[in-house]
């Protein structure tokens, strides 16, 4: 059973920056994908960025391209999203999840991943 833990969420003014990071246990990762998601109150999930964990290939939302980064380590079976240049569109719940399997659609949909952490709140402020 995988678990991801995240941490490094918080409250930031416009234009600031947070590292959000995404901590696994259960299974050392190879072949899965890392996913970021995000979810605003009265929104539906949308998808932020993920990561091939073989190769890292990354994959990137139109609007926080440029922004965000997306990586991953090996060593530490850890992901994490660099978020710069933040603005208060970005204010959501952020969700780390992972993707085992080879169904469920694209590497942006949310029904692909089986593993979900709990959240880390970011708060951008105008």
């Known amino acids: 059973q995988v678990q991801l833990v995240e941490s490094g969420g918080g409250l930031v003014q416009a234009g600031g920056s947070l590292r959000l990071s995404c901590a696994a246990s259960g299974r050392t990762f190879s072949s899965e994908i890392m996913g970021w998601f995000r979810q605003a109150p009265g929104k539906e999930r949308e998808f932020v960025a993920a990561?091939?964990?073989?190769?890292?290939?990354?994959y990137y939302r139109d609007s926080v391209k440029g922004r965000f980064t997306i990586s991953r380590d090996n060593a530490k079976n850890a992901g994490y999203l660099q978020m710069n240049s933040l603005k208060p569109e970005d204010t959501a719940a952020y969700y780390c999840?992972?993707?085992?399997?080879?169904?469920?659609?694209?590497?942006?949909?949310?029904?692909?991943?089986?593993?979900w952490g709990q959240g880390a709140q970011v708060t951008v402020s105008s």
């Open positions: 990561i091939t964990w073989s190769v890292g290939d990354t």
């Open positions: 999840a992972v993707s085992t399997r080879e169904y469920g659609g694209g590497i942006a949909y949310p029904p692909r991943y089986n593993y």
